[in-house]
């Protein structure tokens, strides 16, 4: 009798994951840049206690890691989540990766329960109003309907500042 | 059309309810039955002063008559918000009376504090506020029966606890899957004695559920059937339920809808008006029933204008109050008003009934107090299940209206 066992090993998904990684990258740089010349984020970031952390990770994947300290917002890359004061965590590549391209935006994957928070549900929804005013800084107004609830107006403010965004993530300038 | 089709399945959803749910006449004989299935001996039961001083605690006593559990201890010192320092206190005496499971018979805020108990002594710990915030929990629970002896927060089927810690003058949430009680019962006897006014203002709490469950964006087919079922009981029984307490088959059918109202929104989260309820709460002492129904009307207004898709599903509950011939004569335009007509002929009459309050003012709320207020209902984590995205200057204007 011949056996039926027999070893697979699942796809790494590599594109999906490095895509999603530099989506995060993005986002944490577009954060630290944020707190430093927006003041509502300022405002907001200013409520959570000196010494804080805020990962956002996708489950066994890629991750964020945004450090407080004090005065200053620091994007601190793919540090442990492990001792992280607040967690949101995507629940599996593939929902990131529709996520962070458009598909499913941030609301709908509350919505749809495609991520879970660990930690304070006050500090989360400060950190809702800041991730949706640091993407205002990464995606042109015409694409930021798929991202967040509410579009801002476009202002000469905000187009210096997504500049400034992207010096800060791409040559560490302006931040 | 689009919001038809959007009605009818959401691309994707997820539902979770573990609770076994026993509920009739007798009910509470089973609880003994049920502590046996689950491998356990020797309870210790929670309770408050209010429901033992009421007679309630008899009949659960009464149920083990002839059994072979032993109960290993009661407490029945919970305050009316629940605290940490009860919490401990009472998990010192769960541990010293060596007991095995733990049961909850009483309102909101037992319940709640007995799922402190439980993390307690499941995570092995003495420091509950290691635990705040959402899925910090990583054991599986002691067996937990939940007996509700109110019937509005729906809280012996829903994943969160709010626990106050007096020391630093805070209120913790404790949300996860893990903290449900294995078993809910409800049986008519402990709800009989519920005065009129917290019967109603518990039945508000309880549509309010229904009515956020089922308009907010994280709906889904299965949250609905059971936000449809517990509109439809509340509908038939809260006048009932207000004028007429003595009767055991309208508050049976009211235990059932704040249930069925608790498992719906545990699933679909609730909106705006939840956060300026609880915000109301924390800030002025308001009951959170009584803040609800306050706000309800004007939390659906506030969606009138700012949420088509929102607005639409209002018009759908106008079937619940009004007769099917009535529904169809209704316009689809005039729908969505004539539902919130119809909530608020319901608070009117519980108001000439049993003094329900209309305003946030008739609840003792001062106007100076109202900024306040919506700060913190900004951070209430409902706001983040709201349709729309809403600004201090809008949740002032709900307020102001309630006002």
């Known amino acids: 009798m011949s056996s039926r066992m027999y070893q697979i090993a699942p796809p790494k998904k590599w594109l999906k994951t490095q895509i999603t990684r530099l989506c995060l990258y993005f986002l944490g740089m577009g954060i630290e840049t944020a707190y430093k010349n927006v003041p509502d984020v300022k405002k907001e970031m200013d409520t959570l206690p000196d010494h804080f952390s805020f990962c956002f990770n996708v489950h066994n994947g890629p991750s964020m890691m945004i450090l407080k300290n004090g005065n200053t917002v620091k994007y601190a890359g793919e540090k442990e989540a492990y001792h992280a004061d607040l967690e949101l965590v995507l629940k599996n590549i593939e929902y990131a990766y529709l996520m962070m391209t458009g598909r499913i935006s941030t609301p709908d994957a509350v919505y749809h329960n495609r991520q879970f928070v660990r930690g304070n549900l006050g500090y989360m929804m400060t950190m809702i109003r800041v991730l949706n005013i640091s993407q205002t800084l990464l995606f042109p107004n015409v694409l930021l309907r798929f991202y967040i609830k509410k579009v801002p107006p476009l202002t000469m403010k905000t187009m210096i500042n997504r500049t400034k965004a992207y010096a800060n993530a791409t040559i560490g300038f302006f931040a | ?403």
Do not use: W
């Open chain 2, 1 to 403: 059309m689009n919001i038809q089709k959007k009605d009818g399945c959401p691309k994707y959803f997820e539902f979770f309810n573990s609770v076994k749910i026993i509920s009739g006449y007798k009910a509470l004989e089973n609880i003994s039955s049920e502590l046996d299935l689950l491998g356990a001996k020797r309870p210790i039961i929670i309770t408050d002063k209010g429901v033992n001083n009421a007679g309630l605690m008899d009949h659960v006593v009464n149920s083990f008559g002839g059994t072979q559990i032993t109960i290993g201890a009661v407490y029945d010192d919970t305050p009316v918000d629940s605290s940490n320092v009860a919490v401990n206190e009472i998990a010192g005496i769960y541990r010293q009376q060596q007991c095995d499971s733990i049961i909850a018979v009483g309102g909101g805020s037992v319940i709640d504090t007995a799922k402190g108990v439980n993390i307690v002594i499941s995570e092995e710990t003495d420091d509950l506020m290691k635990f705040a915030g959402n899925n910090r929990l990583t054991k599986t629970m002691r067996p937990f029966i939940v007996v509700p002896t109110t019937a509005g927060t729906g809280s012996e089927v829903t994943m969160a606890a709010v626990i106050a810690n007096p020391a630093q003058n805070v209120k913790m949430q404790f949300t996860s899957p893990l903290i449900l009680p294995k078993v809910a019962v409800l049986d008519p006897v402990m709800t009989m004695s519920m005065p009129p006014k917290i019967t109603a203002a518990t039945a508000m709490d309880a549509l309010t559920h229904a009515v956020e469950a089922y308009i907010g964006p994280q709906k889904n087919p299965v949250s609905d059937a059971f936000a449809f079922s517990a509109i439809e009981l509340i509908k038939e029984n809260i006048i009932s339920a207000t004028k007429n307490g003595g009767d055991k088959d309208v508050r049976l059918a009211m235990a059932n809808a704040s249930l069925l109202a608790g498992v719906s929104f545990s699933n679909s989260m609730v909106g705006i008006v939840h956060a300026l309820a609880h915000a109301t709460g924390g800030r002025c002492h308001v009951p959170h029933g009584i803040a609800n129904a306050i706000l309800l009307p004007h939390g659906l207004e506030f969606y009138l204008k700012k949420s088509p898709e929102t607005a639409e599903r209002i018009g759908k509950l106008l079937r619940f109050f009004i007769e099917p011939e009535d529904y169809a004569k209704v316009p689809a335009s005039e729908r969505k008003i004539k539902t919130i007509a119809a909530i608020r002929d319901i608070n009117d009459n519980l108001h000439k009934l049993c003094g329900l309050p209309l305003t946030l003012s008739q609840a003792g709320v001062t106007k100076d107090k109202l900024e306040s207020i919506a700060q913190v209902a900004l951070n209430d984590g409902a706001m983040a299940f709201c349709p729309v995205e809403i600004s201090h200057e809008e949740a002032m204007d709900v307020l102001q209206a309630a006002f």
